[in-house]
């Protein structure tokens, strides 16, 4: 999920999607301390047949980074899937941190 930000106002459309991912972390954490859903919580969750993976394209960036923990510096790197572009406020908060953005690279003209 991407949301696109314009200016310092309040973005209340991302209120959904922050209680979405609090009961994301919350099921991760009983997970993690094997605490795995039971036969009353699967009972009450859709079935899914036939199922198989799957992959759809998510929103990133790319560029060149400078202080990444564990890239170095003048490295081309892809980013975790993007969350917040604020272009204007230069930034952007990726699944796993936030980057500064600096100039944006030329885009090139099809012929």
Do not use: K
């Amino acid at each position: 999920m991407t949301f696109f930000v314009y200016d310092r106002r309040p973005v209340p459309e991302i209120g959904p999607e922050i209680e979405r991912l609090r009961r994301l972390v919350a099921d991760l954490e009983r997970i993690h301390h094997g605490n795995h859903p039971g036969r009353r919580t699967l009972a009450t969750v859709p079935i899914l047949e036939s199922w198989r993976m799957a992959q759809r394209p998510e929103f990133c960036l790319t560029g060149d980074v400078r202080g990444h923990p564990d890239i170095g510096d003048g490295r081309t790197a892809v980013t975790s899937p993007l969350w917040v572009l604020a272009h204007d406020l230069r930034y952007a908060r990726t699944l796993t941190r936030f980057y500064v953005l600096g100039e944006r690279a030329a885009t090139r003209a099809a012929h």
